[in-house]
């Protein structure tokens, strides 16, 4: 990583605040803490039943291909992080001693969120990770990162790397900067440490953090309480609702409840689209806080808040990239060609918009939800890591504009934490599975061990620059069960499934689960062959203004041969090209829905298109395959003369 350009985050002088009492104060005493088992899967709490179920992170591997260089990228990234810099102003905070050297940007001691990474994220990835692997070393850094952090709780009664001040800040309406968001990473961090490594401090820990919330919460009125949650508080509900499944404590569920917006939830209640100048990535964790509820307790008004919210926005406010905001804000429905901007697409937004559409998946196994998964996955989480594991802010999408990544010490934004979930991760939703069947939903090489079912199925292909996958069983011994395998929305022709070598005669419509309903037997083999073809993804109400699209990847094109030096793609603030850099919309002239008309693949053997008839050739390429030059994602189609 030595190649990175690592300028330091210039730091202001630290204001430190002074601590305040809560009223009523917390303390361990008051503390009902669970020894709890030590899986969080053997005491959940489900109200309601899915129709498919994802397997275990732990059941699945990841093979050969981008999906595991991103994993293995990641991981690099996170084992060079040292604890003792991670647990610095924990410690500072808690009035332990620390001698390590504080890390800059969002962790920064001045900076008001500081902690969301270092003990929130950080604590997520290594779990997942772990999960993800199996490699101990992340078990091992996560536990004890659990461990210091216990110590920090337990010297103050509170575990924060800012002080309580920053709460009375928020009950007294004074400017602070998303305490509780701070504060459910922390606490989403120990869940997931509890879940995928069977720690049960980290659930002492949440528990005494989730009663010290309580504590905090339980005093104030619900008029000023709504009032406090216009300022950012990230996933609480979602993590309470969580709690409350592992120890069946009706206080968490509870507690959960009085995190509901009322001015965001009402009308996506009642089916009605308001998103127009919210905050996007302050919102999306509140939906899936909302699905989380309605899993654990059946609240149908929380059912209608995912379900609406999913709807509108797919239909109303994302590029086709899938991804989601400019600016970070939410605008107008019908007004996204206005909206094609620098700081469009931020990263967190995909990361939370594929949790929420994993959570409805479960409840429906709609395959639209699986096609949305995709088209993020392919085009705004992958290529948003670089070759040294650094993470995106923002994917822009303004023409001449290119990708800039943080560095390793001094960004950690919100997306860097979110990014390194997202690679830790990349497994979660390959298979599922319902008591007759096995869905495979996403083509990404991996392997499979359903042990209840002395099934192994592996998965070997090179998706998306491959349009094939194959399937091969290892049983013990045969098995009847239904195979469900995904029919992409964009598979639309040639489409073909071969069983042991014979053409199978499933129903391969796109946009459907084809079933292959047969007595496996080791050894068995499935190809499905999946055809890509060019087509459009116009805006919504601007049909003049499209991306082009080979199967489920944007295609973007590369507007300079000239490559961005790194000083202007690595920065610890999310550097911004200068406005001379940006370039007006290209045209090309051509019938609105008919990209063949002027575009074409070329003979090079990568995804590589050009073109045709729009003055110079311009050269079109995947948009994650695109660091280090500028590109434009959408064009000016105007009508043929």
């Not at 001693?97 to 990835?125: I, T, Y």
């Not at 059946?298 to 590029?319: C, M, R």
């Not at 195979?483 to 929305?489: A, E, W």
């Given at each position: 990583?030595?190649s ?23 303390s ?17 709490r ?26 293995q ?19 500072v905070?808690?009035g332990?001693?620390?001698?390590a ?21 950080m ?12 490699d ?25 790397a800012?002080?309580?001040a ?16 701070t ?29 010290w919330a309580?504590?905090?919460v ?11 949650l ?8 979602e ?45 999306i ?13 059946g609240d ?12 509108f926005?797919?239909?109303?406010h ?6 989601t ?6 605008h ?58 650094m ?5 822009s ?21 979110t ?7 990349a ?41 094939q996958?194959?399937l ?18 964009w598979?639309t022709?040639g ?16 946009g459907?689960y084809?079933?292959?309903?047969r ?38 094109g ?84």
């Amino acid at each position: 990583m030595t190649s990175l350009n690592r300028r330091r985050f210039l730091q202001s002088a630290s204001v430190m605040l002074g601590a305040a009492t809560l009223h009523p104060p917390f303390s361990f005493a008051q503390s009902n803490v669970t020894d709890g088992p030590a899986s969080a899967s053997s005491s959940r709490r489900e109200a309601v039943r899915a129709r498919i179920e994802p397997f275990p992170m732990k059941d699945v591997r990841l093979g050969p291909g981008p999906m595991l260089t991103m994993q293995q990228r990641n991981a690099v990234f996170l084992l060079s992080l040292p604890n003792d810099r991670l647990l610095h102003m924990f410690r500072v905070t808690a009035g332990l001693p620390s001698a390590a050297q504080p890390l800059g940007g969002w962790e920064a001691p001045d900076c008001e969120l500081r902690g969301h990474f270092a003990g929130g994220h950080m604590l997520s990835a290594c779990a997942l990770m772990y999960a993800s692997t199996g490699d101990v070393r992340f078990q091992d850094k996560a536990n004890a990162l659990v461990a210091e952090l216990a110590k920090c709780q337990q010297a103050s009664g509170y575990l924060g790397a800012y002080p309580e001040a920053f709460y009375t800040r928020l009950r007294n309406g004074q400017k602070v900067w998303a305490p509780f968001y701070t504060y459910h990473k922390i606490l989403a961090g120990h869940l997931d440490v509890y879940a995928h490594c069977g720690n049960a401090q980290a659930l002492h820990t949440a528990q005494h953090m989730a009663d010290w919330a309580d504590s905090y919460v339980t005093p104030i009125p619900e008029a000023q309480f709504q009032k406090m949650l216009d300022v950012e508080y990230g996933g609480m509900q979602e993590s309470l609702f969580s709690l409350y499944a592992i120890t069946g404590e009706q206080r968490y569920a509870d507690l959960a409840r009085k995190f509901s917006h009322h001015d965001f939830f009402d009308p996506l209640a009642n089916d009605q689209d308001d998103l127009a100048g919210l905050h996007a990535n302050t919102h999306i964790p509140q939906v899936i806080g909302a699905a989380r509820g309605y899993e654990v307790t059946g609240d149908p008004q929380f059912h209608a808040i995912s379900e609406n919210f999913w709807k509108f926005l797919v239909t109303q406010h994302v590029y086709a990239t899938g991804g989601t905001s400019d600016a970070e804000f939410w605008h107008k429905p019908g007004t996204l060609a206005s909206h094609l901007g620098p700081d469009a697409q931020e990263c967190c937004c995909s990361y939370n918009m594929m949790k929420l559409s994993r959570h409805l998946l479960r409840w429906s196994a709609d395959p639209q939800l699986a096609d949305q998964y995709e088209r993020m996955l392919w085009n705004v989480r992958h290529g948003t890591q670089d070759e040294a594991g650094m993470l995106m802010y923002y994917v822009s999408l303004t023409p001449g504009l290119f990708r800039t990544f943080g560095t390793e010490f001094d960004s950690f934004w919100c997306c860097t934490g979110t990014g390194a979930e997202e690679y830790s991760k990349a497994n979660d939703s390959i298979y599922f599975h319902s008591p007759g069947a096995l869905y495979v939903s996403q083509f990404i090489g991996s392997t499979l061990d359903w042990k209840e079912k002395g099934l192994r199925l592996t998965q070997e292909t090179a998706f998306p620059r491959e349009e094939q996958t194959r399937l091969t069983f290892a049983l013990e011994r045969p098995l009847r069960t239904k195979l469900m395998v995904r029919i992409p929305y964009w598979a639309t022709a040639g489409t073909q499934i071969r069983v042991n070598g014979r053409k199978h005669s499933a129903d391969v419509r796109p946009g459907t689960y084809a079933a292959i309903d047969r007595k496996w037997r080791d050894g068995d083999t499935v190809v499905v062959d999946l055809p890509m073809q060019l087509h459009m993804a116009p805006l919504p109400n601007a049909p003049q203004v499209q991306a082009a699209m080979y199967g489920p990847l944007v295609l973007a094109g590369v507007m300079s041969d000239e490559a961005v030096p790194p000083q202007q793609i690595y920065g610890h603030t999310g550097p911004h090209a200068a406005k001379q850099d940006r370039l007006p919309l290209p045209t090309v002239h051509a019938a609105a829905e008919a990209p063949a008309a002027w575009l074409r693949r070329t003979s090079d053997p990568g995804l590589v298109f050009e073109t045709v008839g729009a003055g110079a050739p311009i050269t079109l390429r995947p948009l994650a395959d695109i660091y280090n030059q500028r590109y434009s994602v959408y064009w000016q189609v105007a009508p043929v003369a």
